[in-house]
């Protein structure tokens, strides 16, 4: 796995943050496994997990698997007019047909969330052995799927997953995937370095439930300014259509802006996967599953229009 002072990339540099370029020195990459070293010893996942709170494996999913995947949803998109031919370049129109053509935005979004190819990545078997190679027991994947459509200046704020879904297992791990390679400039994954092992932190948010106590799920403080008080790094790396990042429950991370040229989108989705014996989240699980206040699908912000995205901007 890498070294915790990897030698930044020229190209990564090129990240910005609410819009704002990281301060030098502040700037660091994910730490990462190979695919082979992690078939061959799967207990570096496990221990890369436990000491960084993440672990990017490099190829750890079959390339063309997930490129499909991408036309797949794509393709979805291009059918209500919100992205143009061709579909594999992901490229905005700033218009949309979806609330014409689909009156039921949850309804569409759950179609698109639930397609073969994508379900193929999201919920195969390559995943899944990852999973429990960290887990150290076999594991099952949440059947709800968030996935992500970030148009051109865009990001997540920071925040913790473990507010969002601690019902069930308290051993429940995040897969990001990029769907298609993610540069710098297109918004990848951000991470406070470190901040799974900020307890003063941990500990106000551990046991939260944004449904049961009506609190906002993103932290409140911008990722810059919380890093710099801590003295800590920001964690990002650039990703190739078959990479995937597994992290835990208390590791605050977010996004970088998308300032890719050309209106092109950033595609990638979320996936929790849990320890098949443990108990379950009520909202993830189903057919359909509830979601946040029963809304499902609905309540993803991936069941507005791309257009409607677009031009809030």
């Known amino acids: ?162 507010v969002y879904m601690n019902r069930g297992s308290p051993d429940v791990l995040t897969a990001w995937i990029p769907l298609g390679d993610v540069p710098p400039e297109a918004g990848p994954i951000l991470f406070v370095e470190g901040s799974n092992r900020f307890e003063d932190v941990v500990s106000r948010y551990r046991g939260l439930d944004v449904d049961r106590d009506a609190m906002p799920g993103s932290f409140p403080e911008d990722a810059i300014g919380f890093a710099s008080a801590r003295g800590a790094r920001l964690l990002t790396s650039s990703f190739a259509a078959g990479d995937v990042l597994l992290f835990d429950m208390f590791s605050l991370h977010g996004s970088c802006d998308n300032v890719m040229e050309g209106d092109r989108v950033r595609l990638s989705c979320d996936v929790r996967w849990q320890p098949a014996a443990d108990a379950r989240d009520e909202r993830w699980f189903g057919d359909p599953p509830p979601g946040h206040g029963g809304r499902g699908y609905g309540g993803l912000n991936g069941a507005r229009p791309l257009g409607e995205a677009y031009a809030a901007r």
């Open 1 to 162: 796995m890498t070294a915790m002072k990897t030698p930044v990339p020229d190209d990564l540099r090129a990240v910005r943050v609410a819009g704002r370029a990281i301060p030098d020195g502040m700037l660091g990459t994910l730490h990462e496994v190979d695919a082979a070293v992690a078939r061959a010893a799967p207990a570096t996942l496990a221990a890369c997990l436990a000491r960084h709170g993440h672990v990017l494996v490099r190829g750890g999913l079959d390339r063309r698997a997930v490129r499909a995947a991408r036309e797949e949803v794509f393709a979805r998109l291009a059918a209500v007019g919100e992205i143009a031919q061709p579909v594999a370049d992901g490229v905005a129109t700033g218009t949309s047909r979806r609330a014409e053509l689909h009156p039921d935005a949850g309804a569409f979004w759950r179609g698109v969330c639930e397609g073969p190819r994508l379900r193929a990545v999201s919920h195969g078997a390559r995943l899944g052995a990852l999973a429990a190679a960290i887990l150290g027991r076999p594991a099952i994947p949440f059947d709800f799927l968030w996935l992500r459509t970030m148009v051109g200046g865009r990001a997540s704020p920071l925040h913790f997953d473990h």
